[in-house]
C-alpha cells in the first residue's frame, strides 16, 4: 500500500478539500495517510507556506493547486511504480529507513538545528586559546604554554613584531621600518635583528617586554571578526542575507591582499619596483577584521541555507512517521 503525505496548515480551504478528495480516493487506490501540518514547525512552515496542500506520494510531488482527477492520476502512477519494485532489496531497505529516524537522521538533525553554536564554540575556543599561551607563561607555566605556541606555529608564522602582547610595558612591538616613533620598536625592546624571521618566530617575551599571544595580529583579527559575524547572526535570528561574491572579493578580500602582498614583495632582497615598507599593527588588524567579518557574511548564510534543508527534510521525515502512527 502506497503512503501519501499531506502538508496542509490552519485555516486553509484548499488544505480541506485535498483532505475530502484522498478520503474519496480511499476505495479506488488504497493509501495510508500522512497528515503534516506546517505550522507545528518553524522550518515547514518556511519551507512550504506558500505552497500547501503539498501531496507527496513516493517520488512524485504535486503543489497548489490541484484537483482530485491529478491527484487520482498521480496516486495510481505511485501505486504502478510501488508494484513494479515491490521485493527489490535496495527498495525494501530504502522503505525500511523512511519509516524510522535512525541515528545518522538524529545526527543531522542535531546538527542542524545546532551548527551554529557549535561553530560560534569551535571559533572561539581557537582564538581565544592563543590568548591562554601568555596568561600560562605570565604564570610561570612554561611547560604548558610551549605547546600551545607549537601547535598555532603550523598555522601562524608568529613573528614577534606583529604579534600581541599581554603583561608587558607595550601590547606591540613593532619592527623601525614601520616607522612608529611612539612605541619602543622591536629591536630596541629585545635586542634582536629585525631582519632575522627564526628569531622573531621563537621569541616569546620575558617579564619587561610580556609574553606573545600565540596566533598574530591579522589572525587574531580575522578569527575575531568571524566570532562576532557569528554572534551577530545568531542574535538576529539567522535573517541576514549573504555578502554578494563581488562585494566580498572588493571589500573584503582587495585590502587584505594589497596590504599583505605589498609588503611582502618590498622586503624581497632586489626588487626595486616600489619603496619597502612593513605594515602597522592597525593595518593588519583593521583588514584582517574585514576580511574575517566579510569572509563570515559570505559562507555562513549560505550555511545556512544548506542546514535549512537538512532542517526541512529531518523535520519532514519525523512528521510523516508521526503522521502514519497516527492514521
Avoid at 164 to 186: D, H, I, K, T
Avoid at 250 to 271: K, T
Wanted: one cysteine or more; charged letters at 20%; a neutral charge.
Amino acid at each position: 500500500m502506497i503512503t501519501v503525505t499531506l502538508y496542509t496548515k490552519d485555516n486553509c480551504s484548499l488544505c480541506e478539500q485535498a483532505k475530502e478528495d484522498l478520503q474519496a480516493l480511499q476505495d479506488k487506490i488504497p493509501h495510508n495517510l500522512a497528515l503534516v501540518n506546517i505550522d507545528e514547525d518553524k522550518d515547514l512552515k518556511t519551507a512550504y507556506a506558500t505552497r500547501v496542500p503539498v501531496a507527496q506520494v513516493g517520488p512524485y510531488v504535486l503543489e497548489a493547486p490541484f484537483d482530485r482527477q491529478k491527484l487520482e492520476m498521480t496516486m495510481a502512477a505511485a501505486r504502478d511504480r510501488a508494484e513494479q519494485i515491490e521485493g527489490d532489496p535496495k527498495y525494501d531497505q530504502r522503505k525500511a529507513r523512511g519509516a524510522q529516524m535512525n541515528g545518522s537522521d538524529r545526527l543531522a538533525q542535531f546538527l542542524g538545528k545546532h551548527y551554529l553554536g557549535l561553530l560560534n564554540l569551535l571559533v572561539l575556543l581557537y582564538v581565544g586559546l592563543p590568548f591562554l599561551a601568555p596568561v600560562l607563561m605570565n604564570a610561570g607555566y612554561p611547560a604548558l604554554a610551549r605547546p600551545i605556541y607549537s601547535t598555532y606555529g603550523a598555522v601562524c608564522h608568529q613573528m614577534a613584531f606583529r604579534s600581541w602582547f599581554l603583561f608587558g610595558e607595550q601590547p606591540v612591538y613593532p619592527r623601525e621600518a614601520a616607522g612608529m616613533m611612539e612605541l619602543a620598536s622591536y629591536e630596541q625592546a629585545t635586542g634582536l635583528n629585525g631582519e632575522d624571521m627564526l628569531a622573531a618566530r621563537g621569541f616569546i617575551g620575558n617579564e619587561q617586554v610580556g609574553y606573545k599571544v600565540a596566533f598574530c595580529q591579522r589572525d587574531v583579527a580575522i578569527y575575531g571578526a568571524i566570532l562576532v559575524f557569528g554572534l551577530l547572526y545568531a542574535a538576529t535570528g539567522r535573517r541576514i542575507r549573504p555578502l554578494h561574491w563581488m562585494l566580498w572579493i572588493a571589500i573584503g578580500i582587495a585590502p587584505i591582499g594589497l596590504d599583505g602582498f605589498s609588503q611582502l614583495l618590498s622586503q624581497i632582497p632586489g626588487w626595486s619596483f616600489w619603496e619597502y615598507r612593513e605594515s602597522t599593527p592597525l593595518l593588519r588588524t583593521l583588514t584582517g577584521a574585514i576580511f574575517g567579518f566579510t569572509t563570515a557574511w559570505f559562507g555562513i548564510p549560505l550555511l545556512e541555507e544548506s542546514f535549512h534543508d537538512v532542517r526541512v527534510e529531518m523535520a519532514s521525515k519525523a512528521a510523516r512517521i508521526k503522521g502514519s502512527k497516527k492514521s
